[in-house]
């Protein structure tokens, strides 16, 4: 019931034909970045919390400061 050797083969030879070697290679290339961009992220020792209260505190100031101005004009 499974694939076996020569179906497989086939298949890649059909893949091969359909989109080139050039254009699976780059796939290929695009797919282990990504995949070592994921991990990266992953692993990265911040979590990704603190940096929403850095966006949030940069609004809260701007808020402030827009406050300001009306007050003053």
């Known amino acids: ?6 179906q497989l083969l086939i298949i890649i030879a059909i ?3 359909l989109f ?6 780059s796939l ?3 797919l282990g970045e990504s995949v070592k961009g994921f ?5 990265e020792e911040k ?3 603190a ?14 400061q ?3 101005e009306k007050e003053q004009a």
Not at 39 to 43: L, Q, R, T
Not at 51 to 64: G, I, L, P, Q
């Open 15 to 17: 893949v091969v034909l």
């Open 47 to 49: 979590p990704q919390d």
């Open 1 to 6: 019931m499974g694939i076996s050797m020569p």
């Open 66 to 68: 827009k406050a300001k």
């Open 51 to 64: 940096s929403f209260e850095k966006v949030e505190s940069k609004a809260a100031e701007s808020a402030e």
């Open 20 to 25: 080139g070697t050039k254009k699976l290679r």
């Open 39 to 43: 991990k990266k992220a992953m692993s």
């Open 28 to 30: 290929g290339s695009d």
